[in-house]
């Protein structure tokens, strides 16, 4: 498929596999592993080789920065993810995000880039009071209780009962209202 399909085409067939997880997890790797390779595009959630979804414990993920410097001066973070279906290990970076918020460990951010994010106000605790029931000991009666559910036997012979006795009733109108009953009347 080398033309250019619709948006809402595109989205569709990236969708499927995530459709398709639930019913056949290896009908939805088919998928993702058919997408890769059609559109060229690279989803992290399913692995790059067999197709299999990551996310649902079947991968071990790290973080790791890259030494390498890149634009900015800034050393690249990146999600290591291995596959433990197949065993291919895909790097996918991670992007800045909101990251900016949190800061750097070191302390080295710069100051006009701080963002200020509001504390919440902390709500009141509402303490809601429990009422204390006193256990009151019953008397263990001295015959046993009746048993007030029929056993499932009894109960099926009778629903089968029932509808033969409707069976009947049926055949006994159809007989009356029949074609035989309507000659019978002239």
Do not use: W
Not at 83 to 102: K, L, P, Q
Not at 117 to 146: Q, R
Request: aromatic share 4%; net charge positive; with cysteine.
């Amino acid at each position: 498929m080398d033309e250019e399909l619709e948006p809402a085409t595109s989205k569709f067939h990236q969708s499927l596999p995530y459709a398709y997880l639930a019913v056949s997890p290896t009908l939805s790797a088919l998928h993702a592993t058919r997408i890769k390779r059609q559109h060229a595009l690279e989803n992290p959630d399913f692995c790059s080789r067999c197709g299999t979804f990551l996310l649902d414990g079947l991968s071990s993920s790290r973080l790791k920065r890259v030494k390498k410097k890149c634009n900015e001066g800034r050393t690249r973070r990146i999600r290591a993810v291995q596959c433990r279906g197949c065993g291919f290990a895909n790097d996918i970076e991670v992007r800045e995000g909101n990251a900016v918020i949190y800061g750097r460990r070191n302390g080295r951010l710069d100051k006009d880039s701080i963002v200020v994010v509001p504390e919440p106000e902390p709500e009141p605790e509402v303490v809601a009071k429990t009422p204390l029931v006193a256990k009151i000991p019953t008397p263990s009666p001295s015959t046993p209780a009746p048993k007030l559910r029929q056993k499932k036997k009894s109960v099926l012979q009778d629903m089968l009962a029932r509808n033969r006795a409707r069976e009947e009733r049926d055949k006994s109108n159809q007989n009356s209202t029949g074609l035989a009953a309507f000659l019978s009347g002239l």
